[in-house]
Nanobody, 115 residues
Framework: QVQLVESGGGLVQAGGSLRLSCVAS????????MGWYRQAPGNERELVAI???????SYADSVRGRFTISRGNTKKMVYLQRNSLKPEDTADYYC?????????WGQGTLVTVSS
Protein backbone atom coordinates (compact mmCIF):
# COMPACT_ATOMS: atom_id res chain seq x y z
CA GLN A 1 0.00 0.00 0.00
CA VAL A 2 1.10 3.54 -0.75
CA GLN A 3 0.37 6.64 1.30
CA LEU A 4 0.49 10.07 -0.29
CA VAL A 5 0.63 13.55 1.22
CA GLU A 6 0.32 16.69 -0.87
CA SER A 7 1.49 20.20 -0.03
CA GLY A 8 1.88 23.57 -1.72
CA GLY A 9 -1.69 24.64 -2.29
CA GLY A 10 -2.97 28.11 -1.57
CA LEU A 11 -4.16 31.37 -3.08
CA VAL A 12 -2.41 32.84 -6.10
CA GLN A 13 -3.24 35.58 -8.59
CA ALA A 14 -3.92 34.83 -12.22
CA GLY A 15 -0.71 34.68 -14.18
CA GLY A 16 1.25 33.55 -11.15
CA SER A 17 3.06 30.31 -10.42
CA LEU A 18 2.81 27.67 -7.74
CA ARG A 19 4.47 24.30 -7.19
CA LEU A 20 2.70 21.36 -5.64
CA SER A 21 4.61 18.56 -3.94
CA CYS A 22 3.62 15.03 -3.06
CA VAL A 23 5.56 12.59 -0.93
CA ALA A 24 4.89 8.87 -1.08
CA SER A 25 5.54 6.33 1.64
CA UNK A 26 4.96 2.64 2.05
CA UNK A 27 5.53 0.35 -0.93
CA UNK A 28 7.08 3.03 -3.14
CA UNK A 29 9.12 0.42 -5.04
CA UNK A 30 5.85 -0.85 -6.52
CA UNK A 31 4.73 2.48 -7.98
CA UNK A 32 4.46 2.36 -11.76
CA UNK A 33 2.88 5.74 -12.42
CA MET A 34 2.43 8.88 -10.38
CA GLY A 35 0.27 11.80 -11.30
CA TRP A 36 -1.85 14.77 -10.43
CA TYR A 37 -5.59 15.08 -10.79
CA ARG A 38 -7.91 17.92 -9.94
CA GLN A 39 -11.54 18.42 -9.10
CA ALA A 40 -13.32 21.74 -9.29
CA PRO A 41 -16.62 22.31 -7.47
CA GLY A 42 -19.45 20.59 -9.30
CA ASN A 43 -17.08 18.82 -11.68
CA GLU A 44 -15.69 15.31 -11.89
CA ARG A 45 -12.08 14.59 -11.01
CA GLU A 46 -9.89 14.96 -14.10
CA LEU A 47 -6.36 14.06 -15.06
CA VAL A 48 -3.83 16.88 -15.04
CA ALA A 49 -0.52 15.12 -15.64
CA ILE A 50 1.16 11.76 -15.12
CA UNK A 51 4.73 10.51 -15.09
CA UNK A 52 5.86 6.89 -15.38
CA UNK A 53 8.68 5.21 -13.51
CA UNK A 54 10.69 5.59 -16.70
CA UNK A 55 10.12 9.34 -16.81
CA UNK A 56 7.57 9.51 -19.62
CA UNK A 57 5.01 12.27 -19.12
CA SER A 58 1.54 13.05 -20.35
CA TYR A 59 -0.59 16.16 -19.87
CA ALA A 60 -4.17 17.27 -20.24
CA ASP A 61 -4.62 19.60 -23.19
CA SER A 62 -5.77 22.37 -20.88
CA VAL A 63 -2.45 22.49 -19.01
CA ARG A 64 0.11 21.41 -21.61
CA GLY A 65 2.81 24.06 -21.94
CA ARG A 66 1.92 25.66 -18.59
CA PHE A 67 2.36 22.79 -16.13
CA THR A 68 5.35 20.49 -15.67
CA ILE A 69 5.34 17.23 -13.74
CA SER A 70 8.57 15.79 -12.37
CA ARG A 71 9.82 13.25 -9.86
CA GLY A 72 12.53 13.55 -7.27
CA ASN A 73 15.72 11.53 -7.39
CA THR A 74 14.48 9.18 -4.68
CA LYS A 75 11.31 8.47 -6.73
CA LYS A 76 9.13 9.05 -3.69
CA MET A 77 8.48 12.69 -4.54
CA VAL A 78 6.42 14.06 -7.39
CA TYR A 79 6.04 17.72 -8.21
CA LEU A 80 3.70 19.81 -10.32
CA GLN A 81 5.10 23.16 -11.38
CA ARG A 82 2.26 25.35 -12.56
CA ASN A 83 2.87 28.58 -14.43
CA SER A 84 0.57 31.12 -16.06
CA LEU A 85 -2.24 30.11 -13.74
CA LYS A 86 -5.81 30.89 -14.71
CA PRO A 87 -8.95 31.18 -12.58
CA GLU A 88 -10.21 27.98 -14.20
CA ASP A 89 -7.25 26.16 -12.63
CA THR A 90 -8.95 26.60 -9.26
CA ALA A 91 -9.60 23.14 -7.82
CA ASP A 92 -8.63 20.56 -5.26
CA TYR A 93 -5.48 18.89 -6.55
CA TYR A 94 -4.89 15.24 -5.73
CA CYS A 95 -1.72 13.19 -5.95
CA UNK A 96 -2.12 9.70 -7.38
CA UNK A 97 0.12 6.64 -7.42
CA UNK A 98 -0.67 3.46 -9.30
CA UNK A 99 0.71 0.37 -7.64
CA UNK A 100 -0.15 -3.20 -8.70
CA UNK A 101 -3.11 -1.81 -10.61
CA UNK A 102 -4.49 -0.02 -7.58
CA UNK A 103 -5.02 3.73 -7.44
CA UNK A 104 -3.76 5.37 -4.27
CA TRP A 105 -4.83 8.93 -3.49
CA GLY A 106 -3.69 11.74 -1.27
CA GLN A 107 -6.08 13.88 0.72
CA GLY A 108 -5.90 16.76 -1.75
CA THR A 109 -4.71 20.34 -1.57
CA LEU A 110 -6.80 23.34 -2.54
CA VAL A 111 -5.53 25.83 -5.08
CA THR A 112 -7.45 29.04 -5.66
CA VAL A 113 -6.52 31.33 -8.54
CA SER A 114 -7.96 34.83 -8.25
CA SER A 115 -8.65 36.98 -11.29
Amino acid sequence: QVQLVESGGGLVQAGGSLRLSCVASGSIFSIAVMGWYRQAPGNERELVAIITSGGDTSYADSVRGRFTISRGNTKKMVYLQRNSLKPEDTADYYCNAQSYGINNWGQGTLVTVSS
